[in-house]
């Protein structure tokens, strides 16, 4: 058996923080998407209703990576109930020329919840407007946190609106936020509070119903939409998105199953798909993103395992050059 590295939860925090190293890391995943001959097949999704339980494993090879990761990420929504984490998982890092396994990273979701917020910030930069400063963040949990940490990488905000279902989680992660930064933080009693006046609105929240509607929409305004991962998942509304100027996914063969997109097709309101774009085609100059401050743009995040690819190659090869796991086998 070949030498292993094992990386635990706190290896993996100790080499991976949500900083612009790990940003452009996934930058390049979108840009090798656009550009490259990356093999990327369907997300599998195991479903486990009676404990409100549902499995993904996504993978991908990047050409240029010397290894892939197979990643199995479950999400348990009852958890809390029994003082466990709803969200949990570990990646596999194997050769791309061997096949055999050079590392199990045994993150507990964390590798995830870093690229799914650094995606945010890829979203961001390429189509939100440059002095974007006032943020909407509907949901509070920890994606919530993480989404404007990446945020402020690239934007220079500097106020933020919050709202979720609970509002005693809206008021815990304001406090949070408050005592960490100098941000004008506000907690919302409703979506139209949290929208009024922003530049940037991130929505990721696990909801079946829509939470953003037309009368949500201003000039000028992007969305970044992260939560609807899941065929019964929706945050915007079909007529919403059928609205906006520029419609962005980050592969549009799971938008259309999984994602915003999947529901504004199953109501029938797009008319012209030829102007749907995926995020990698904008970064590699391929398609438009933004062209003026007035545009409307929202970015449909479903997950890809091009960016799980990337931030297992990233934290390998950290914690190698850190001295960090523990080796078996071999």
Same mark, same amino acid.
């Given at each position: 058996?070949?030498?292993?590295?094992?990386?635990?939860?706190?290896?993996?925090?100790?080499?991976?923080?949500?900083?612009?190293?790990?940003?452009?890391?996934?930058?390049?995943?979108?840009?090798?998407?656009?550009?490259?001959?990356?093999?990327?097949?369907?997300?599998?999704?195991?479903?486990?209703?009676?404990?409100?339980?549902?499995?993904?494993?996504?993978?991908?090879?990047?050409?240029?990576?010397?290894?892939?990761?197979?990643?199995?990420?479950?999400?348990?929504?009852?958890?809390?109930? *029994?003082?466990?984490?709803?969200?949990?998982?570990?990646?596999?890092? *194997?050769?791309?020329?061997?096949?055999?396994?050079?590392?199990?990273?045994?993150?507990?979701?964390?590798?995830?919840?870093?690229?799914?917020?650094?995606?945010?910030?890829?979203?961001?930069?390429?189509?939100?407007?440059?002095?974007?400063?006032?943020?909407?963040?509907?949901?509070?949990?920890?994606?919530?946190?993480?989404?404007?940490?990446?945020?402020?990488?690239?934007?220079?905000?500097?106020?933020?609106?919050?709202?979720?279902?609970?509002?005693?989680?809206?008021?815990?992660?304001?406090?949070?936020?408050?005592?960490?930064?100098?941000?004008?933080?506000?907690?919302?009693?409703?979506?139209?509070?949290?929208?009024?006046?922003?530049?940037?609105?991130?929505?990721?929240?696990?909801?079946?119903?829509?939470?953003?509607?037309?009368?949500?929409?201003?000039?000028?305004?992007?969305?970044?939409?992260?939560?609807?991962?899941?065929?019964?998942?929706?945050?915007?509304?079909?007529?919403?998105?059928?609205?906006?100027?520029?419609?962005?996914?980050?592969? *549009?063969?799971?938008?259309?199953?999984?994602?915003?997109?999947?529901?504004?097709?199953?109501?029938?309101?797009?008319?012209?798909?030829?102007?749907?774009?995926?995020?990698?085609?904008?970064?590699?100059?391929?398609?438009?993103?933004?062209?003026?401050?007035?545009?409307?743009?929202?970015?449909?995040?479903?997950?890809?395992?091009?960016?799980?690819?990337?931030?297992?190659? *990233?934290?390998?090869?950290?914690?190698?050059?850190?001295?960090?796991?523990?080796?078996?086998?071999?």
């Amino acid at each position: 058996m070949a030498d292993v590295l094992l990386l635990s939860e706190a290896d993996l925090r100790a080499c991976i923080a949500l900083d612009l190293p790990s940003v452009e890391a996934i930058e390049q995943a979108f840009y090798l998407l656009a550009t490259a001959a990356v093999a990327m097949p369907p997300i599998l999704r195991l479903d486990i209703p009676e404990h409100r339980g549902e499995v993904d494993v996504k993978t991908a090879h990047l050409p240029g990576l010397e290894r892939f990761a197979i990643k199995v990420s479950p999400g348990f929504f009852d958890n809390p109930k *029994l003082g466990l984490p709803s969200l949990n998982g570990m990646m596999m890092l *194997l050769s791309s020329r061997t096949g055999l396994l050079d590392a199990l990273l045994l993150d507990n979701g964390y590798l995830t919840a870093i690229r799914t917020a650094a995606a945010g910030a890829v979203a961001a930069r390429w189509l939100s407007r440059e002095n974007s400063h006032r943020v909407a963040l509907i949901g509070a949990g920890e994606q919530a946190a993480l989404q404007l940490q990446a945020l402020r990488l690239v934007r220079p905000v500097d106020e933020v609106r919050i709202w979720a279902r609970d509002i005693g989680k809206a008021e815990a992660l304001a406090a949070q936020l408050q005592y960490a930064s100098e941000l004008n933080i506000r907690v919302c009693a409703s979506v139209d509070e949290a929208m009024t006046g922003a530049d940037i609105a991130v929505t990721c929240t696990p909801s079946r119903d829509p939470l953003i509607a037309d009368h949500h929409l201003s000039p000028g305004l992007h969305i970044t939409a992260m939560g609807s991962d899941a065929e019964h998942k929706n945050e915007i509304a079909a007529s919403a998105l059928a609205k906006v100027d520029r419609y962005v996914a980050d592969r *549009l063969s799971q938008t259309r199953v999984l994602g915003e997109l999947h529901h504004a097709l199953t109501a029938g309101v797009l008319r012209d798909e030829s102007a749907l774009t995926e995020l990698g085609q904008i970064v590699a100059g391929q398609r438009p993103g933004r062209s003026d401050d007035h545009q409307i743009t929202l970015c449909d995040l479903t997950g890809t395992g091009a960016q799980d690819t990337a931030i297992a190659n *990233l934290a390998f090869a950290r914690a190698r050059a850190a001295g960090r796991g523990l080796h078996f086998g071999g």
